[in-house]
């Protein structure tokens, strides 16, 4: 974090290809309740937040003010002005906007009954403060008082994962200088420069020498229990561990069986290597049905259908390219497009058309499904406009439109197939055993205005970061997911703040989710990789960073701890277990074949959907019931 005088850190060069980076996950303790914004009154802190400017070794602290206030205006707000106003930077705003949803997220309050609103001293700018922002967030909301000894750095993803930052040295010397004698930390700073020789030291051994006493976190939880000497979420062993029921079981052994299967048809109508990667993910998937493991086989299914369909668009395309030409080959493919467009629009109406026997907790679900549908139609949308762009005499022209042919035919697959999967575990959901005065449609619709807000703070870090719009950004090849958030944002632009039908509510919702999903994973992927982190759409990675598995079994415990609390409550969370247990399953085989990287992000991208939804739907749990027929 850098007073705003300091120089931008310059772009980095695309290099390679990388599916954008969903670095999600947190740890959190199994718990019975959560805290809820109903206090009468508004809440106002002070968080000291560590700066350094490592060009010119200076280091200081920024005194930010956080101010919670409970709300009867229908409608979320998170008021930046005043930070804007005085200097705040695009990645302080942005780190802000996340802080504001972790703290709507981890205390199950409903976003149309709170304001939160930041405030600076001086002008600053940098994502290192996010995690004692979000700290600030929750003590707010929770009218918890922050010790007065403590500060912290580390930059914030949405699922409340503190990451690592730079200067640590010279932000520890800024907190001698200013009376503090604790530093909490990122997990990963192991080491840091003494700021008196230059040289890397062990952190704890700078820590010493200064006096300080140094505390490593993972997680805001960990951060806020330090900050408060409260837990924030307190634990309670009595609560049962929520499972599928009879009927989802049927459902998902049905789903795993047929998903297989299809993609075992799809795999012979494409030629594949012997001994690829494809034929191991078949034997294992169908390993795993003989296994009865019908949640590894379902995910194992799933990554082999995408790929599949990949290839075999790259195959299609490019015999049409020999055979009929360039030219003739991107006239076919946008017709493809086009007809997809047109088809799955007609089912998702279809779908929604009536949801007069949906229950609250599929009406929840259904978003993730949408979701699917939201991502690949501007995906879809997004190729389009870009081959009706492309140059035929430019000799990589081929190349372009056979990596183009590869993500359209993924994404159909994601529509056509995976949705209509989702589906049927969905119906399967047992009925609620209780009902609630909002209907679910409505209370999402606040969830929508803050997830849009702080969407729209992710973009302006990723334009800020880039010099540019999105829109004008130089992107490598045509598989960038830069046109897709600038889509996505035109979208979430149009979403009206009234009220609308149920219909239109869930896919708003959808549309806000997916929006902030992605343009968090940009910031998040591009604060730890650079650029090339939110330059990929298709499921392929090429590099390994092996740090982000660790996340994964963490961010399925978080699913798990907050299907417990609704199951209690009489709700069904049963869709995010299945999807958050497929997605984790899948990973633990493709680690094992030495693909941690892709599977972790593979995973993380679907489990980090789930969470919002466990979390929104446990909010909605904590809502007034209606009186019993």
């Not at 840091?192 to 976190?217: C, H, N, R």
């Not at 009220?499 to 902030?516: D, G, S």
């Not at 650079?530 to 590099?543: D, I, R």
Request: charged fraction near 15%; charge should be negative; glycine fraction near 6%.
């Amino acid at each position: 974090m850098n007073r705003r005088n300091t120089a931008r850190p310059g772009n980095i060069k695309l290099s390679r290809l990388l599916r954008f980076l969903a670095l999600v996950v947190g740890s959190v303790l199994f718990m019975s309740t959560l805290s809820a914004c109903s206090g009468p009154a508004a809440s106002t802190l002070t968080v000291p937040a560590l700066w350094a400017d490592q060009t010119g070794g200076t280091s200081g602290m920024e005194y930010a003010t956080v101010s919670t206030v409970p709300s009867d205006v229908p409608g979320f707000t998170v008021d930046l002005e005043k930070t804007a106003s005085k200097g705040g930077g695009a990645s302080w705003l942005a780190a802000s906007a996340s802080a504001a949803v972790v703290g709507i997220l981890y205390t199950g309050t409903n976003p149309s009954h709170i304001d939160i609103s930041f405030d600076i001293t001086d002008a600053i700018d940098g994502p290192s403060a996010g995690g004692i922002l979000a700290v600030g967030v929750l003590a707010s909301i929770n009218h918890t008082s922050l010790k007065p000894h403590i500060t912290m750095t580390g930059t914030l993803s949405p699922d409340g994962t503190i990451g690592p930052v730079g200067a640590v040295g010279l932000k520890m010397d800024a907190a001698l200088e200013n009376g503090f004698t604790t530093v909490v930390v990122p997990e990963d700073i192991q080491y840091v420069i003494d700021t008196s020789t230059e040289e890397m030291v062990p952190t704890t051994e700078y820590a010493q020498k200064l006096g300080l006493d140094v505390k490593f976190v993972t997680h805001v939880t960990q951060a806020y229990e330090i900050f408060t000497d409260e837990p924030l979420m307190k634990a309670d062993t009595t609560v049962p561990t929520a499972s599928p029921s009879a009927s989802e079981l049927e459902a998902e052994e049905q789903v795993a069986r047929e998903i297989v299967a299809e993609a075992a048809e799809l795999l012979t109508q494409v030629y594949v290597k012997p001994n690829s990667n494809l034929t191991r993910l078949i034997n294992a998937a169908q390993d795993a049905l003989e296994q009865k493991d019908f949640s590894l086989a379902y995910g194992l299914g799933a990554e082999l259908l995408l790929r599949t369909a990949r290839l075999q668009g790259q195959q299609i395309t490019a015999q049409e390219v020999s055979e009929t030409g360039l030219e003739a080959a991107v006239a076919n493919l946008i017709v493809k497009i086009d007809a997809e467009l047109a088809h799955t629009s007609d089912l998702t109406t279809s779908v929604l058309s009536d949801l007069s026997d949906f229950s609250a907790s599929e009406q929840f679900a259904l978003p993730l499904v949408l979701s699917n549908e939201v991502y690949a139609h501007s995906v879809l949308r997004s190729m389009k406009d870009q081959l009706q762009a492309l140059d035929p005499t430019d000799p990589f022209s081929g190349e372009t439109l056979t990596v183009a042919s590869g993500v359209v035919f993924e994404q159909i697959a994601n529509m056509e197939s995976l949705s209509l999967y989702e589906m049927k575990v969905i119906r399967s959901l047992p009925a609620d055993s209780v009902s609630f005065t909002t209907e679910p449609a409505e209370y999402l619709s606040g969830y929508t205005d803050f997830l849009v807000h702080a969407g729209n703070a992710n973009v302006s870090y990723l334009e800020d970061v880039f010099g540019t719009s999105i829109s004008d950004f130089e992107m490598e090849g045509i598989n960038s997911n830069l046109p897709t958030i600038e889509l996505l944002k035109k979208d979430v632009s149009e979403i009206s703040s009234e009220i609308q039908k149920p219909e239109v509510e869930l896919t708003q919702f959808a549309t806000a989710m997916t929006y902030f999903v992605v343009s968090s994973a940009g910031v998040a992927g591009y604060q730890t990789l650079g650029a090339a982190a939110v330059n990929y759409v298709s499921t392929e990675v090429e590099e390994e960073h092996a740090y982000l598995s660790d996340a994964v079994a963490e961010s399925n415990s978080v699913n798990q701890s907050f299907a417990d609390l609704i199951e209690q409550a009489g709700l069904q969370p049963g869709f995010a277990l299945w999807s958050a247990g497929w997605a984790t399953s899948m990973f633990t085989v493709l680690k094992e074949n030495d693909h941690e990287s892709e599977g972790a992000t593979l995973a993380l991208n679907q489990l980090w959907y789930d969470l919002v939804n466990v979390m929104a739907l446990h909010s909605y749990s904590l809502s007034p019931t209606a009186p019993a027929k």
